[in-house]
């Protein structure tokens, strides 16, 4: 399978230069890559670089609080790139003087994201370009996810996520990871017990996102051993739902990796 990334930007020249600098074609976008492999234990660090080669200033108008954006496609479709990064908790317009640069910098794991679902990369090669809104297109980056692959569910929920219960005065639910097998897994954290999770809650037939996009700093890799069990605890949703916790984990050898869902939830 072969999948290109998109930066998607708003680019637009300044109101009162008279021209649009993509007209003049050196207004020039790339991406470039720390690495030619990467896994969701070892991600890539992306980097997109707007030049404006021209005698006018360019202005850069962010679409949310990141001024620059990847996108995946799969098949005839394009996903966002879901990676780690921290970006303004606001949109400020960048203004991008003659002979200057602005560049964007995050870390990937292969996670992307239709809007509603987040999902994985499969094994393979994949191609990386980046675009401007004008439809400049920068360089190719060929990429190669070596991650895992997706494994089978969990028989008789012998690893799982329980609901243990809710505290109305925290606003704090407390769930417990188990592993009753006699492998070892591993998943992320801040620490043994403060879990990479994500939560969900049910939209009519589907699970959309409450939360997704934690900072990857700081993150490491725990075991879940044998006959272990975890208790964590995750913030109660804003408003009244059906709710789940999501999880990421993976054999000790790194060859599977399985999303693992908590009990569903009555908020």
Same mark, same amino acid.
């Given at each position: @399978?072969?999948?290109?990334?998109?930066? =998607? =930007?708003?680019?637009?020249?300044?109101?009162d230069?008279?021209?649009?600098?993509?007209?003049?074609?050196?207004?020039?976008?790339?991406?470039?890559?720390?690495?030619?492999?990467?896994?969701?234990?070892?991600p890539?660090?992306?980097?997109?670089?707007?030049?404006?080669?021209?005698?006018?200033?360019?202005?850069?108008?962010?679409?949310?609080?990141?001024?620059?954006?990847?996108?995946?496609i799969?098949?005839? =479709?394009? #996903?966002?790139?879901? $990676?780690?990064?921290?970006?303004?908790?606001?949109?400020?317009?960048?203004?991008?003087?003659?002979?200057?640069? /602005?560049?964007?910098?995050?870390?990937?794991? $292969?996670?992307?994201?239709? $809007?509603?679902?987040?999902?994985?990369?499969q094994?393979?090669i994949?191609?990386?370009?980046?675009?401007?809104?004008?439809?400049?297109?920068?360089?190719?980056?060929?990429?190669? /996810?070596?991650? #895992? *692959?997706?494994?089978?569910?969990?028989?008789?929920?012998?690893? !799982? @996520?329980?609901?243990q219960?809710?505290?109305?005065?925290?606003?704090?639910?407390?769930?417990? =990871?188990?592993? %009753? %097998?006699?492998?070892?897994?591993?998943?992320?954290?801040?620490?043994?017990?403060?879990?990479?999770?994500?939560?969900?809650?049910?939209?009519?037939?589907?699970?959309? #996102?409450?939360?997704?996009?934690?900072? $990857? %700093?700081?993150?490491?890799?725990?075991?879940?051993?044998? *006959?272990?069990?975890?208790?964590?605890?995750?913030?109660?949703?804003?408003?009244?739902?059906?709710?789940?916790?999501?999880?990421?984990?993976?054999?000790? %050898?790194?060859?599977? @990796?399985?999303?693992?869902?908590?009990?569903?939830? *009555? !908020?």
């Amino acid at each position: @399978m072969r999948i290109t990334s998109i930066i =998607l =930007l708003l680019l637009f020249a300044g109101c009162d230069s008279g021209t649009d600098p993509n007209d003049s074609g050196d207004i020039i976008v790339t991406i470039s890559s720390d690495k030619s492999s990467f896994s969701s234990l070892d991600p890539v660090e992306l980097n997109v670089t707007v030049e404006n080669n021209t005698d006018a200033d360019f202005t850069l108008y962010p679409v949310t609080s990141c001024a620059l954006f990847a996108e995946v496609i799969i098949g005839e =479709l394009r #996903y966002q790139i879901i $990676g780690s990064r921290i970006c303004l908790q606001f949109a400020v317009p960048i203004v991008i003087e003659p002979g200057d640069s /602005y560049s964007e910098s995050w870390q990937w794991d $292969g996670a992307y994201s239709d $809007g509603e679902n987040l999902e994985h990369l499969q094994l393979g090669i994949y191609e990386i370009i980046g675009v401007s809104s004008s439809e400049l297109e920068s360089n190719q980056l060929s990429l190669e /996810y070596a991650g #895992y *692959e997706i494994g089978e569910e969990f028989p008789d929920n012998s690893v !799982f @996520m329980a609901f243990q219960n809710s505290d109305d005065s925290t606003g704090i639910a407390t769930f417990t =990871l188990g592993n %009753t %097998t006699t492998d070892t897994y591993q998943y992320s954290g801040y620490s043994d017990n403060y879990l990479f999770y994500h939560t969900q809650y049910l939209n009519d037939d589907s699970w959309d #996102y409450i939360f997704f996009n934690w900072c $990857g %700093t700081g993150v490491e890799s725990f075991d879940l051993i044998p *006959e272990t069990f975890i208790d964590f605890q995750v913030p109660n949703p804003n408003s009244s739902c059906i709710w789940r916790v999501r999880l990421q984990i993976w054999n000790v %050898t790194q060859e599977t @990796m399985q999303w693992l869902y908590s009990d569903e939830v *009555e !908020f």
